[in-house]
């Protein structure tokens, strides 16, 4: 396992669904599986790629024992137990941590924007309900708040809260964090890149691995840019991230992320289905442009 906490390629797990809407554990086994052998150092299981918000409460429990039970020692999981809910959110915490998952992505509460104070005490409390480490995720795109730098500063001292996932989308604002952290003393706390298309300039930038969608597809070619970044071949990594760019462009941007990544792993023969309502499957006309970007990096 890599130097980092928890890896330097961590996928953030599609849910496969049965017809009724309820998860297929099977299937969540077979794919847990299909990427550890495929380049994943760790899983992050029912995370917003994972549909989370839509996975029934008492589905999740499940999906986190029998990804944990599958994977072993093989690789890290970590379960995705935030809500815009601060008890809820503590509930699950606890609940993943008895399961025994490595860690927990709580992402910032969505719709209802809290202040930084609330923000403050919303992660604090899902840390002190938690027995494992706790790993932010900070995507104001979708959730309308942002973690600003000084809050993240002071969550970054608590002893369970280890990491953020860095969907800001802005490399200077994660240099300025990690100049922040340092600077506060902060050195052991970790950023992940959580926009697949900004791999190369967040680790220009402090980040040390990434919490991926399209690693489902190219986690070889992902352990291949940072094998080549770590070796100080540059070129190399620049070359193999660019030969990526149109697929990730793509796989985040055709429609509303997973569509995409979910037809793409059955276009692999991965067999996740399809998302559930209120998502839906790619039209054909995506499908043809997610095909198309695959078969661009010869994936078909």
Partial sequence: MPGTRFGEVITAMVTPFRDDGSVDLSAARSLARHLVEHGSDGLVVCGTTGEGPTVAHDDKPALFEAVVEEVGDRAHVIAGTGTYDTAESMALTRTASGIG??????????????????????????????????????????????????????????????????????????ARLRADLDAAGRHDFEIYCGDDVLLLPLLASGAIGIISVSSHIVGPHFKQIFAAWADGKIDEARHIFIELTPLLNTIMTVTASPIPIKAACNLMGLGVGDPKLPLVAATPGELAVIRSAMEGVGLL
């Avoid at 809290?114 to 840390?127: E, M």
């Avoid at 995507?139 to 600003?148: L, M």
């Fill in 101 to 174: 998952v490595d860690a927990c992505l709580v992402v910032t509460p969505y719709y209802s924007k809290p202040p930084q104070p609330g923000l403050l005490a919303h992660f604090t409390s899902v840390a002190d309900a938690s027995t494992v480490p706790i790993v932010i995720y900070d995507i104001p795109g979708r959730t309308g708040r942002r973690v600003e730098r000084p809050t993240m500063v002071e969550l970054a001292g608590h002893e369970r809260i280890v990491a953020v996932k860095d969907a800001v989308g802005d490399a200077s604002e994660t």
